[in-house]
């Protein structure tokens, strides 16, 4: 069973197998996370994502599906990228923002990661409700059949930090 925890911070500087981009289907940079993923771990993850661009993905990553690059100068050995839903009230899009955190744990079940570090996906400029995002990513990835021994919630700021801390069990 994957252990979870969670930390307030950058996502940036984990010292995990992988970290979590909520990236955008173009994959070349943006903002938020993606673009401070983009900046701290430099030049190499934008290679490698203009390659993916020019080789599997032309069209862009669709959403809820998951690849990995090198983590370039970031204290991971890879970054797993996911395009998370935009929410869009009236619309159930649960499923997708589940698929986010299920893919991203089977692309680093195959690549041996045992630590993973995760953003709040689509809790940004995607509009996801904090709470709810918080919700569907911890029981996704506790419900999720994956070889990770550590998943780590790296949580931007205290309302964050609040939302996902309060889907822990009382123990």
């Keep these: 069973m994957v252990h979870l925890t969670f930390a307030q911070g950058d996502i940036t500087e984990q010292h995990v197998d992988a970290v979590v981009n909520a990236a955008n289907s173009s994959l070349l940079g943006g ?5 401070a993923i983009h900046r701290k771990g430099g030049p190499a993850i934008l290679d490698a994502c203009r390659e993916l ?13 998951a690849v990995a690059t090198t983590a370039g100068r970031l204290p991971a050995r890879w970054v797993i990228h996911t395009v998370g839903p935009v929410w869009q009230p009236g619309e159930d899009r649960s499923e997708l923002l589940a698929s986010c955190y299920r893919e991203s744990l089977r692309v680093a079940d195959e690549l041996g990661a045992t630590s993973v570090a995760f953003p709040a996906i689509s809790t940004g400029v995607y509009g996801w409700p904090m709470d709810d995002g918080a919700r569907i990513a911890v029981r996704t ?31």
């Design 31 to 35: 903002g938020g996370v993606d673009g």
């Design 53 to 65: 661009r020019a080789s599997k993905y032309g069209r862009g990553l669709p959403t809820g599906q």
């Design 141 to 171: 990835v506790r419900e999720s059949a994956t070889a990770v021994d550590e998943v780590r919630f790296v949580l931007f700021d205290d309302a964050a930090y609040a939302a996902f801390t309060a889907q822990q069990p009382e123990s």
